[in-house]
């Protein structure tokens, strides 16, 4: 299906004029910060955008985690995904801007990111990476190299940040068949790593079971394998499920600090 490049230049545009104003502040006593990072899934490639503009998950996990309360204290989330990445695009080791795209952002993607002092408080970061390694990675056909970079940038990220929490979901494929079986190996994978890892990276959203394995009307016209409007609400309700209970942990542990260092009552 051919790409509708007037929505690609409207979302690059405003994703990176969305990413020109965003400078995230040091955190207060109680404040926090996640960092979305990944391909387009995490970008929001195929939702609608606004000028400057939020998309995808970004847009709607504000609402659903503090909007409804389910968060108590002040949470920012940053985007930082890159639409048409792959996994090699975001190697810690990585010198280069990614192929594709290269002009919406500073530098290399995870040093613009995790090197940068603005981001060195983040205490929790979300992945979502691979899609495109089946179509523009260097060896498309080796899900073993998708699997070995998402550990490195893993580790990377607990080798700058010992004490954040890291999910790592599984790869869309949109509802084609063959791109499905392309990843299936490479799913089958993330979740033993999930599973074994001992660095603490905790599982996101697994999108081959459930609505976004099973709905057929959640992609976006301009390729069929990115998620909708619809698609995101469902994406973003999956990430709440899978981030509340760790991010209400931080949240609990900033209150405990707090009561332990007043000063207690003589009388008592």
Avoid at 73 to 90: E, P, V
Avoid at 101 to 128: H, K, T
Avoid at 249 to 268: A, F, G, H, M
Wanted: charged share 25%.
């Amino acid at each position: 299906k051919s790409m509708g490049w007037a929505y690609v230049l409207w979302f690059t545009i405003n994703r990176f004029l969305a990413r020109l104003f965003t400078w995230p502040k040091k955190n207060g006593q109680y404040e926090h910060k996640a960092v979305l990072i990944g391909d387009g899934f995490m970008e929001g490639f195929g939702d609608g955008i606004f000028i400057a503009g939020e998309a995808g998950v970004e847009k709607r996990i504000d609402v659903e985690l503090l909007g409804k309360g389910v968060l108590r204290q002040r949470w920012t989330f940053l985007n930082q995904g890159h639409w048409q990445s792959t996994t090699d695009d975001w190697l810690p080791e990585e010198t280069a801007k990614p192929a594709h795209g290269g002009w919406r952002v500073p530098g290399p993607l995870f040093s613009s990111v995790f090197d940068n002092p603005r981001y060195q408080d983040v205490e929790a970061v979300m992945i979502c990476v691979g899609a495109m390694d089946r179509l523009l990675g260097p060896e498309p056909d080796n899900p073993e190299r998708t699997i070995s970079n998402i550990k490195q940038i893993c580790q990377g990220i607990r080798k700058r940040n010992p004490t954040c929490k890291i999910f790592l979901s599984t790869i869309p494929s949109g509802f084609d068949a063959e791109a499905r079986q392309e990843n299936h190996l490479r799913n089958f994978q993330i979740k033993i790593y999930l599973e074994e890892n001992n660095i603490g990276v905790l599982p996101g959203p697994d999108v081959t079971v459930g609505k976004l394995a099973e709905f057929e009307d959640i992609y976006c016209e301009e390729d069929d394998l990115h998620y909708d409007f619809q698609g995101y609400n469902i994406f973003t309700k999956e990430w709440v499920f899978a981030v509340k209970n760790p991010l209400l942990q931080i949240e609990w542990q900033v209150l405990q600090e707090t009561l332990n260092s007043r000063p207690k009552n003589k009388n008592q």
